[in-house]
């Protein structure tokens, strides 16, 4: 049947950059016979401003029957004073914990014409294609007891480290098999020399390595992690890893390559009836209200990601190098939006340029 794709603009540059996403689905179509079950709807403010919610139960319904989700951004200051309950973030967080999405995918990519924004020797970067698994919705964020108390004289605040058994199995599982699909090196990153949910956390990943005879899986700690992935980070495939250091460690593997603008993200759960897993696809930035509206946005992180959805959501993994050369080509041309611009006096085409160029590739 048709693979169905669920579009959520969102707000500021999201539906911006989302109609450049919407020319390479039409392309798609149109040029490799590969059509998609389109349909769009609203999240965040757009949503609060039609329906007084962030995200209606229709939206959410919706969202849980398509094969992927794809959204551009949330957010922006008319929306600052909303109660919590009906901010636009909560339109996205209420996708991510009904669909369940327990794995969280960055992936830190260098192309090689903006190996110069990295502030890392080019060499270090230079080719550079790993992916951060982080797991998303337990861990130290989510642990209780939780809170601030009274203690003596004086306070005490507390968050709890916890993972059962099932939550590391399942997570795990979403890295081997990314790991299968990509070169077949998955490196677990805890704390097990001083925690005893790292200890464990070792032992099930371990037990979960069986099932994958062919990936090669190695252990560290995540603090001596930090320090390899900045030293020598082509020794890295994929790497799984908690909340919280995967918080961490995500962010520091995001900026060995570069802009804000370029960076795509998944958020996977668990396999539906057909196989394939619930997903939300994203780019890392926001909605830069400080651009909107202005053709400044770069485009290329939600195409990204729609590319990380080809592969991951519709088995479509050769496709999906073929957007991400198309962007690699583009960038070697010399093609830029604003937010890539250097000193050498390159005059930064639109947000619309970009995606003609990406799609004309
Ligand atoms: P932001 O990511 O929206 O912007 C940070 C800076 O990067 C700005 O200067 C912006 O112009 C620039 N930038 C971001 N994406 C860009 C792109 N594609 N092309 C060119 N430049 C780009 O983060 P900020 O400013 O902290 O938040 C703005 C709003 O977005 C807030 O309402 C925030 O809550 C929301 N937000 C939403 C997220 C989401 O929807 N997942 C994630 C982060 C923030
Ligand atoms: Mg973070």
């Not at 600052?80 to 369940?100: H, I, N, Q, T, Y």
């Amino acid at each position: 049947s048709t693979p169905s794709l669920l579009i959520l603009p969102g707000d500021g540059i999201g539906p911006e950059v989302m109609a450049e996403v919407r020319k390479i689905v039409d392309w798609f179509g149109a040029k490799r016979d590969l059509t998609f079950d389109v349909s769009e709807d609203l999240v965040g403010g757009a949503a609060y401003d039609a329906h007084g919610t962030p995200l209606h139960d229709d939206t959410m319904a919706r969202a849980q029957d398509v094969d992927a989700v794809l959204l551009g951004a949330v957010g922006g200051p008319k929306y600052d004073a909303l109660d919590f309950s009906l901010k636009p973030e909560r339109g996205l967080l209420r996708l991510r914990k009904e669909m369940d999405l327990f794995a969280n995918l960055r992936p830190a990519q260098c192309f090689d014409a903006l190996s110069h924004f990295s502030s890392l020797k080019q060499e270090v970067v230079a080719g550079l294609d790993i992916m951060i698994v982080r797991e998303l919705t337990s861990g130290v964020y989510f642990g209780e007891p939780r809170g601030i108390f009274e203690e003596g004289n004086e306070r005490v605040g507390i968050n709890t480290q916890r993972y059962t058994e099932s939550e590391i199995d399942r997570v795990a599982r979403s890295a081997f098999e990314l790991a299968m699909k990509r070169d077949k090196k998955l490196c677990s990153m805890e704390k097990a020399n001083v925690m005893e949910s790292g200890i464990l956390w070792r032992e099930v990943v371990t037990r979960v390595g069986q099932d994958y005879p062919e990936v090669e899986l190695s252990h560290m700690y995540a603090d001596a992690g930090a320090m390899q992935l900045t030293r020598w980070p082509k020794q890295f495939d994929v790497i799984v890893t908690d909340n919280l250091f995967g918080d961490l460690l995500s962010d520091l593997a995001a900026m060995l390559t570069g802009s804000l603008g370029m960076l795509p993200s998944a958020s996977l759960g668990a396999p539906m009836s057909n196989g394939r897993p619930k997903a939300l696809y994203e780019p890392v930035h926001g909605s830069a209200p400080d651009i909107a509206g202005q053709g400044k946005a770069n485009p290329i992180a939600c195409i990204l990601s729609f590319a990380m959805a080809l592969r991951y959501s519709f088995d479509q993994g050769d496709e999906a190098a073929r957007v991400e050369k198309a962007v690699e080509a583009v960038l070697a041309d010399g093609v830029r939006t604003a937010d890539l611009l250097g000193e050498d006096g390159t005059v930064p085409v639109s947000t619309s340029e970009m995606g003609d160029a990406i799609v004309a590739k």
